[in-house]
């Protein structure tokens, strides 16, 4: 081959191996930007949230009755900063604590969340094992020889429970459940009942069972799961949700009806607030706050951590 041959033959190789080059820094620049902006509209979506979790306590601390929002899982949406932000508060004097609640009321619990009869006294024993201070076994509990039969690297705590993620120490406990109870219960209550008014569909369940264990009588309607938001019924969820043409900032609706509703006697409240921007990306923000107004702060965040979606709903694949 003819030295001209092998000069063209070289250039085509380097042109071939500088395309790929080219190619390779195409894509990976893309995925680059393509991550940078999911991360920005992830950082707008978890602002819109925070600010939803602080508008619930100015909310919360209106002084106003009929203003005040309702601690019992309405939800309040409204639009801001060419985003949509919905909330909802629950009373945790409404739950059923998890370190004062009687074995009954836990089993009764568990039986309204599907839970078969022992399985759910065995759950609601453990429970109790696992909260004690002494090494005493409920008949159907777990002392830590049981945990150590079973495998597991700890036992039981003999201690009250500090966060409701303990729960899932608990023998018999699982993901799935855990899952299922965790928005009915509450470690901030210190009541042995919970107040009936604002309590979560779950527990109103477990209370009417107890009621018909008591008289053997039907304890009447558990209660409805409060009203939920769909982009169909929320005002202005018709109009275009791009930058253009999104409309202007609103003051929070409730789904529902207004007026504030009963509280318990304990200023704490779980609010979920979650804010969704144009692109469709959602942020789920879960604070724990106490309102009781204790030393110079008007209200103290007791928790405060990334939750599951809830409010809006999630895109079907090919919808």
């Known amino acids: 081959m003819s030295p001209r041959g092998l000069a063209l033959i070289s250039v085509l190789w380097v042109l071939t191996l500088l395309s790929l080059i080219a190619a390779s820094f195409t894509s990976t620049t893309r995925t680059e930007i393509n991550l940078a902006r ?16 602080y508008n619930a306590i100015l909310g919360l601390s209106s002084p106003d009755s009929e203003q005040a929002w309702r601690p019992d899982g309405t939800v309040y949406a409204w639009r801001f900063a060419r985003g949509e932000i919905r909330v909802t508060v629950w009373d945790e004097g409404g739950k059923i604590d998890l370190n004062v609640a009687p074995g009954s009321m836990l089993r009764d619990l568990f039986v309204a969340a599907g839970v078969e009869g022992d399985q759910a006294s065995a759950l609601a024993d453990a429970i109790v094992d696992f909260r004690d201070r002494n090494r005493l076994r409920q008949l159907n509990g777990a002392e830590d020889r ?75 309607d558990a209660g409805a799961p409060p009203a939920r938001v769909t982009p169909g019924n929320l005002p202005g969820a018709d109009e275009a949700s791009d930058a ?61 951590k990334q939750a599951r979606r809830e409010l809006f709903e999630i895109p079907q694949p090919g919808g």
């Open 146 to 220: 049981d945990y150590r039969l079973a495998g597991l690297p700890y036992g039981a705590k003999d201690a009250p429970f500090e966060t409701l993620e303990e729960l899932r120490q608990v023998m018999g406990m699982t993901a799935e459940l855990f899952d299922r109870v965790a928005p009915a219960l509450s470690v901030y209550s210190r009541q042995r009942l919970p107040h009936e008014p604002t309590a979560p569909p779950l527990v109103k369940a477990a209370l009417a069972k107890e009621v018909l264990d008591d008289t053997g009588e039907d304890g009447g």
């Open 244 to 304: 253009q043409e999104a409309p202007a900032d609103t003051a929070p609706g409730t789904v529902g009806e207004p007026g504030a509703a009963t509280r318990s006697r304990i200023r704490i409240f779980t609010i979920h607030a979650e804010g969704q921007i144009e692109s469709g990306a959602v942020f789920a923000r879960e604070a724990v706050v106490d309102l009781t107004l204790a030393a110079e702060l008007p209200f103290e965040i007791l928790s405060w």
């Open 38 to 53: 999911n991360q920005a509209d992830n950082a707008r979506a978890e602002a819109l949230a925070d600010a939803g979790v």
